[in-house]
């Protein structure tokens, strides 16, 4: 068993600094989009468990089907508002996202980091990758992928972007456990990682993977 973590929309693979050695005791991986320099993608193997926070979630969920587990941080299963109301934002808000990365890909990217209380990236950003991440936040829809493993689902309160009511769908959707903190944001892997390790570590052994 491994886990496998990958980073949401203009981060990298820093953002897991806190919160991985707090899972120490467990082999872990990192994925590097590639938003600021070379992507690094490990291979992914039978067994995994997909540690997703924001958009990282639907990424890993759209490279690989057979996750053995599940751990979603500030995410969701839709990121655009539906009919219905299901997901995040309204699709004219992630228009104006790719018209100011269009305009200037480092001052969108830093400005976006920055709102989550991150330094800008040490590295030029890379406009073509983060236009597929925007792509990919518009237009996948995992609602249907959802179930057949083990889901935990951590969100907080005060996201400002994917709100608790989103985490709140993620998990009755997947079956999952939830955890909600009060406060955190949109970036409970650094600003609250004793929060987010106390809940994986019950699930990984309570599921005995």
Request: glycine residues 12%; charged residues 20%.
């Amino acid at each position: 068993m491994r886990l496998v973590f990958v980073h949401g929309w203009a981060l990298g693979p820093e953002i897991w600094d806190a919160l991985a050695p707090l899972l120490g005791e467990y082999a872990q991986a990192r994925v590097n989009l590639g938003y600021f320099g070379a992507a690094e993608i490990p291979a992914l193997q039978t067994g995994d468990i997909l540690v997703g926070h924001s958009a990282g979630l639907l990424w890993g969920l759209r490279q690989k089907r057979d996750w053995a587990g599940v751990v979603a941080i500030n995410s969701f299963a839709r990121f655009c508002l539906d009919a219905h109301g299901r997901g995040c934002v309204r699709p004219a808000a992630l228009r104006a996202m790719r018209l100011s990365l269009e305009r200037d890909p480092q001052d969108c990217a830093d400005a976006f980091r920055r709102s989550l209380g991150i330094a800008p990236a040490g590295g030029a950003a890379q406009k073509e990758r983060l236009m597929e991440g925007l792509d990919l936040l518009g237009g996948f829809d995992a609602t249907s992928i959802l179930g057949g493993r083990p889901w935990l689902v951590l969100g907080a309160e005060d996201d400002f972007l994917a709100p608790s009511t989103a985490a709140r769908d993620l998990a009755a959707q997947s079956g999952g456990a939830l955890a909600l903190s009060a406060t955190g944001g949109h970036g409970l892997p650094w600003t609250a990682p004793a929060f987010c390790a106390r809940p994986i570590g019950e699930f990984l052994r309570a599921h005995e993977f």
